[in-house]
């Protein structure tokens, strides 16, 4: 019976995001794949969901570390990542992510204030991660560490095109190229001392080639990425958990034809409140934003003002 | 195994309503036939007017203009009595500057990745218009766009291949692309863009990496011609759909001049490797008089070459001296772009 209602539940939060709901949709190059992967190990026989929404706003243009004034340009993102973790056994698990992806561009015209938008939809890119647990999590030491290996799955197109035109590669909901990904975890709690834990996630994404121009050209390549995430969590009595964690992104430049991109590449380092609000023991709602607190970027590229997300983590078993 | 079951079950389903969903709608969509292969068309990503086009910007004296250095590259134009600079410094942000002097009404345009400049008549049809930056590329050349129909044209194609005008050539004036440095030298009472456009952008600072220097490019191209080094910068002259380039890196320090017959065409073609200039004029007068021509060694820029007759002619093409004094050279269709663009669009094209 309990196993019916969550199935009736996680359904119908599902169905809350049908075909119809055009507006939710997401993006895969440069989509929060990586930074969507934080959650830790599972236990034997759980099954973890994590449904995330996210809104990620790019409408500041910087050359390096300077900001340019130019407000023509937007770029707006709209992801939807499920995230399914199962323990395999008492140290290995397995997450798989799916993947919604809306890319938006708005450009007003400096000419004459008029504006145009294009926007491009559809299944982004999937991740299966393998999760092994090095310190098992017990309420004794508090600590856990966990690596995992997968990989990134091209479910997504990289060759959408608008009006028989291809579109650029940062607007398709996939990257059309099967990529590596490393990844590690850990955490360690206080309690009862205090009422805290600290985490960190790292991971490195080394990215294939695809051949979104056709068999006869050379492929497209997105840069590596690799992000480390540290954080601490304050735990209440009460409804509500807070958390508030850094976060380094490092990725290189594009390639096409095994050259460098221009104006592709660089670091970013953001700040990320969240509030976790706990329904009950299986059901935890989050909300966290994203606000870019440095940025080096090589050359001149639009990039995140800041990103808002919804998640809803449920667990089984 | 009830939970196993429900989480693939969950997942079928969604796997099953995101089925289809895939697609691109918007207002920034371009309809109708292309006169050139629309999978050979890029969007290169900053979208329509992403990269904005400047119309009559500000020009100050050559004094004024600090932030550029003696070996930058300029468009040069002279209508009349005025010069002009247009430098790459600015263009490689904005890639066209429509403008116009005493009533002639033109559009300078430069793409950043084919390295090609060329003024075009913003006059279509009689009716004067502006050209904007449509975010496409055929080639990884700048496809414009015209705001009075619409339409899309291919800068180095010099036609209309999209849009109510589809078909139509674009005619041009006559530039003079050089450093400005020796554009200084040749007019020093020019005027240049100044860099106060209203756009904040870094000007001075090349805003595509390496990518001058390198190698590299960015989209495929329809002809990969290994003749000469890709971004090698040369002087393309077409004739009757038969095209041939002539390489700056060729030419003396000093003025050179090659007396030329292409295509039945005699061409007179003068240029500096120094001075990073090359212009071609024809050079059989209205006539029927056929010159030739030597260059004027030292010579007092911008006069640059001396014919058979003893008539000194500037770099457009103007006698400045002699019996044909005021008479002009009949400009040939041609300007410097890439190699590796050349290559693309000409296939075949001949190499002097």
Request: glycine fraction near 10%.
């Amino acid at each position: 019976m309990k196993y019916k209602k969550s199935v009736v539940l996680l359904l119908l939060i599902c169905a809350g995001f049908s075909q119809s709901s055009w507006a939710q949709a997401c993006c895969s190059a440069g989509t929060p794949l990586l930074s969507s992967l934080e959650l830790p190990s599972t236990a034997r026989g759980n099954l973890q969901f994590a449904l995330t929404y996210e809104y990620n706003a790019l409408l500041d243009v910087l050359s390096g570390t300077r900001t340019l004034e130019d407000d023509t340009r937007r770029r707006v993102t709209h992801s939807v990542l499920l995230e399914t973790s199962y323990g395999l056994s008492s140290t290995f698990s397995v997450s798989a992510l799916l993947t919604l992806v809306q890319q938006e561009r708005r450009i007003v015209s400096p000419f004459d204030g008029t504006e145009s938008q294009l926007s491009a939809r559809g299944i982004g890119d999937a991740v299966v991660l393998f999760k092994h647990s090095l310190v098992p999590l017990n309420i004794f030491s508090q600590l856990e560490v966990t690596i995992g290996g997968g990989a990134k799955i091209p479910l997504g197109s990289s060759t959408l095109t608008s009006g028989g035109i291809l579109l650029p590669a940062d607007m398709q909901p996939g990257t059309g190229a099967w990529d590596g990904i490393l990844w590690a975890y850990g955490s360690k709690g206080f309690l009862p001392t205090l009422p805290l834990n600290i985490f960190a996630t790292t991971s490195y994404r080394f990215t294939g080639v695809n051949d979104r121009f056709g068999g006869e050209h050379e492929g497209y390549k997105f840069g590596n990425e690799f992000i480390v995430s540290v954080g601490v969590g304050y735990r209440t009595d009460m409804l509500l958990d807070f958390s508030l964690h850094f976060r380094f992104r490092h990725t290189t430049p594009d390639q096409f034809g095994g050259s460098g991109i221009p104006n592709t590449g660089g670091d970013w380092f953001y700040l990320i409140p969240g509030i976790n609000v706990k329904s009950s023991p299986n059901l935890t709602f989050r909300a966290s934003g994203q606000l870019p607190v440095y940025r080096n970027l090589k050359g001149t590229q639009l990039t995140t003002s800041f990103t808002a997300s919804l998640t809803i983590f449920y667990i089984l078993g | 195994m009830r939970v196993q079951g429900s989480a693939a079950l969950i997942t079928i389903m969604l796997s099953l309503a995101l089925v289809g969903c895939e697609n691109s709608t918007g207002t920034d969509q371009v309809t109708g036939d292309w006169l050139i292969p629309i999978d050979q068309i890029f969007d290169g990503g900053p979208g329509r007017d992403g990269i904005p086009a400047l119309t009559n910007p500000e020009l100050i004296g050559a004094a004024g203009a600090a932030y550029l250095e003696d070996a930058d590259l300029v468009i040069g134009l002279k209508i009349g009595n005025e010069a002009r600079a247009y430098p790459h410094a600015i263009l490689d942000w904005h890639e066209i500057i429509n403008d116009d002097v005493n009533g002639t009404q033109f559009s300078i345009t430069y793409c950043p990745l084919t390295g090609s400049g060329i003024a075009w008549n913003r006059v279509i049809n009689g009716t004067p218009t502006t050209f904007g930056v449509s975010g496409l590329l055929y080639n990884t050349n700048l496809i414009a766009f015209d705001r009075l129909t619409n339409s899309n044209w291919s800068q180095m194609k010099l036609q209309c291949v999209n849009g109510p005008l589809s078909g139509t050539s674009i005619s041009t004036y006559q530039i003079v692309e050089t450093t400005w440095e020796t554009w200084k030298e040749m007019y020093p009472q020019t005027k240049v863009v100044s860099s106060n456009t209203g756009h904040s952008r870094p000007y001075g600072q090349y805003p595509y990496g390496d990518y001058q220097t390198s190698g590299s490019l960015l989209f495929p191209i329809s002809n990969d011609d290994t003749r000469l080094p890709r971004k090698e910068r040369v002087h393309g002259v077409i004739v009757r759909e038969r095209t041939k380039v002539f390489r700056i890196n060729s030419f003396a320090d000093d003025i050179d001049v090659v007396n030329d017959l292409f295509n039945d065409v005699a061409l007179v073609v003068a240029g500096s490797r120094a001075k990073n200039l090359v212009v071609v004029y024809e050079r059989k007068l209205d006539d029927g008089t056929l010159l030739s021509f030597t260059p004027i060694q030292n010579a007092s820029l911008p006069v640059v070459m001396t014919d058979t007759e003893g008539t000194r002619w500037d770099i457009f093409g103007r006698a400045v001296s002699g019996q044909r004094v005021g008479t002009e050279l009949k400009p040939v269709r041609s300007y410097v772009a890439y190699w590796f663009a050349w290559g693309a669009f000409f296939p075949g094209a001949e190499i002097y």
